[in-house]
């Protein structure tokens, strides 16, 4: 019977440093990025040996700009790649000039192990461990497939015996290890009663997949854990089979068939190259390829990021037209929500979603409020200052033309846009505010004869009564205002985006739409 993992899956908030880094660096192969499987808003990228064989496969969920986790009790705490014993010193000179802090070579266990981190914090070791790759890499010195992972453990014992249900047998004890083998690899266990529970985030390990022989394993296992709580039903994952369960101590486990494999939609000249979206959510597969973050593989042209106020992303179209979308969310919203709306206003634009650095019980906003219509002034003030910094250093240091640039907010978002342009006039020169309301107590007077804006009001929105106010303010600025009321609430309608994409056809810069 096949034994050993299968995969193991992680958690990155920065998928461009993880692509560099296990494509970049490690010299693994991208053999697979979908939306995810249980939430296909988040993207989720498959790298391992040259077909993606399963014993050589991380994965991970991005979680872009997203809260870390802690390491801890109930969960992995590391992963270790095989590399060929000779390749040791290639390693550490290969790591160095990275500029990759790495330490070793030092024996654990019996073997010889290099140890670094990646760009969010994991812990990765490099084993020398001679043996044939399943697919082997094209680079010599590549990694050949998952040597180990190590489990943090209240009950080292407990954790043991339920990894020998999926073909383990106890190797070694060394003082906290117990070392269980497989056919091709081994798991730590390592007893840390006392420890600090984990808390799941980026820079933590999700799961560990264990490999099935075949369907009739995976259904074999679930009858056997019929009463162990929270194993799952198995779930097609389309390039395996698989379920789900907590060992008893709480570390996420997964039982996944080898096959189908990544070649179902692809060919294995071709793995990786185009984001998959699971078929359950065909029906938005547009809108997902256009939200969910884009990156580069290693030496392709790429727009390096840089560290400006406030966390942003761009996703930009196959045949750009040199306009710009700057996008700001509404309460409880983030940078990508409004991607597919923007996208379907212009195909052609390049989009800038910005997140709001305000929050509220964990509620991302744009300023802070005292209640639903009563807004703390100094906080509006202090981020719509922040917010143009923001927009001037995206100007200079991405090359944005300022004269192509629009600038589209829903609810919060619209009332922040609302509030700079009284604030900081010629920041947004064509702005569109969908139900946005006044949330300055006293507008200062501004020269707005050189911005567009469109606002649409809900005839049904509760915060509707605000808007009058924020339209007659931004009528004695002389902003060339188009103000309508349509059949909606506070909610996003079809109506908007019909109206908005008129409206951006007609509209020019520093003239009335």
Request: no cysteine; net charge negative; hydrophobic share 40%.
């Amino acid at each position: 019977m096949i034994t050993g993992i299968h995969h193991v899956t992680a958690i990155t908030r920065d998928v461009q440093k993880n692509v560099d880094f296990y494509v970049g660096f490690l010299g693994l192969r991208l053999v697979k990025q979908t939306g995810g499987y249980e939430d296909a808003e988040q993207l989720h990228l498959f790298y391992g040996d040259a077909l993606g064989s399963p014993g050589s496969l991380i994965t991970f969920l991005v979680w872009q700009e997203g809260a870390r986790g802690r390491v801890g009790l109930g969960a992995l705490s590391e992963i270790a790649f095989a590399i060929p014993v000779a390749t040791m010193g290639d390693w550490m000179i290969r790591a160095m000039h990275a500029g990759i802090q790495i330490s070793g070579p030092a024996r654990e266990l019996g073997e010889s192990v290099l140890r670094l981190r990646d760009p969010d914090g994991i812990a990765v070791k490099l084993v020398g461990v001679d043996g044939p790759a399943t697919a082997p890499l094209a680079e010599p010195m590549a990694p050949t497939r998952i040597r180990s992972v190590t489990i943090l453990s209240e009950d080292s014992q407990a954790t043991a015996d339920f990894v020998s249900r999926f073909g383990y047998q106890e190797a070694l004890r060394d003082g906290p290890f117990i070392r269980l083998r497989s056919d091709n690899d081994v798991v730590d266990v390592r007893a840390s009663a006392g420890y600090v529970p984990a808390i799941p985030g980026t820079g933590m390990f999700d799961h560990v997949a264990f490999r099935a022989p075949d369907v009739d394993a995976i259904r074999r296992m679930r009858l056997d854990l019929r009463d162990h709580e929270g194993v799952t039903n198995v779930h097609d994952r389309k390039y395996f089979l698989s379920l789900y369960v907590r060992e008893p101590m709480g570390t996420l486990f997964e039982y996944a068939t080898d096959g189908p494999g990544f070649t179902v939609d692809e060919d294995a000249d071709h793995l990786g190259e185009t984001l998959m979206i699971p078929s359950t959510d065909a029906v938005r597969a547009e809108d997902l390829r256009v939200s969910l973050p884009q990156f580069v593989l290693p030496g392709e042209e790429r727009r390096p990021m840089r560290d400006l106020p406030f966390v942003h992303r761009f996703h930009t179209p196959d045949d750009p037209d040199g306009s710009v979308i700057v996008l700001l969310h509404g309460t409880g919203g983030n940078e990508a929500d409004l991607m597919p709306l923007a996208a379907r206003l212009n195909p052609h634009a390049t989009l800038l979603g910005v997140r709001g650095r305000s929050t509220e019980e964990g509620i991302t906003r744009w300023f802070r409020r005292y209640d639903a219509v009563t807004y703390d002034q100094v906080d509006i003030r202090a981020e719509a200052e922040a917010f143009a910094a923001f927009v001037e250093g995206a100007v200079a240091t991405y090359g944005l033309d300022p004269a192509r640039m629009t600038f589209l907010g829903y609810s919060n978002g619209a009332n922040l846009l609302g509030a700079i342009l009284r604030l900081h006039p010629g920041v947004v020169r064509r702005g569109v505010l969908l139900r946005g309301i006044e949330a300055l107590e006293n507008p200062p007077a501004a020269d707005l004869a050189d911005s567009d804006v469109l606002l649409l009001t809900g005839a049904q929105d509760p915060f509707g009564r605000m808007a009058p106010a924020l339209e007659a303010s931004l009528k004695a600025g002389g902003a060339a205002l188009e103000a309508r009321i349509i059949n909606a609430g506070h909610e996003l309608a079809d109506e908007d985006l019909s109206i908005a994409a008129d409206w951006l056809t007609t509209a020019k810069q520093g003239e009335p739409t």
